[in-house]
């Protein structure tokens, strides 16, 4: 969860992020951090399997979804994925790989994978403006350790 704030600070009112990996794999818990670093609930946030996407209204919303039952691109389209991309906001999306092609010229992806029971693996990766967030949240994992 600590990541997800800290990413959220970088990219500052915008921004896209995509997540993906097994279930289980800790997906919804990183939202669930970028609901805290914007001031929410983070028992508000919950899985959007069913209704596909959940909005957290605040000073800089968040947009969560959850593509697991897409079947491609133009189903994401369909349910207007494309008009929150424009908005002020972060928009995060669940199983981004099944819909990589929405994505816009600048944002995060994420690569959730198992280590252990309770531990897990996550690969940043920044296209466009985005390679400048990672370049930044590499560092502040640095300074860190």
Excluded at 60 to 84: A, C, Q, S
Aim: neutral net charge.
């Amino acid at each position: 969860m600590r990541l997800a704030g800290v990413w959220s600070t970088l990219v500052e009112q915008k921004g896209a992020i995509g997540l993906t990996g097994d279930i289980g794999s800790g997906k919804t818990v990183f939202v669930k951090g970028l609901a805290v670093a914007l001031g929410m609930e983070a028992t508000l946030v919950t899985s959007p399997t069913f209704t596909l996407i959940h909005e957290y209204p605040g000073k800089t919303p968040l947009f969560h979804f959850d593509v697991y039952r897409m079947n491609d691109k133009n189903d994401v389209f369909g349910i207007g994925v494309d008009e929150y991309f424009s908005k002020d906001g972060i928009v995060a999306i669940e199983w981004a790989d099944k819909v990589r092609p929405v994505f816009l010229k600048s944002y995060t992806w994420v690569e959730f994978s198992f280590v252990a029971e309770k531990s897990r693996k996550l690969k940043f990766f920044g296209y466009g403006d985005h390679s400048r967030v990672i370049r930044a949240l590499s560092e502040q994992c640095e300074n860190a350790q």
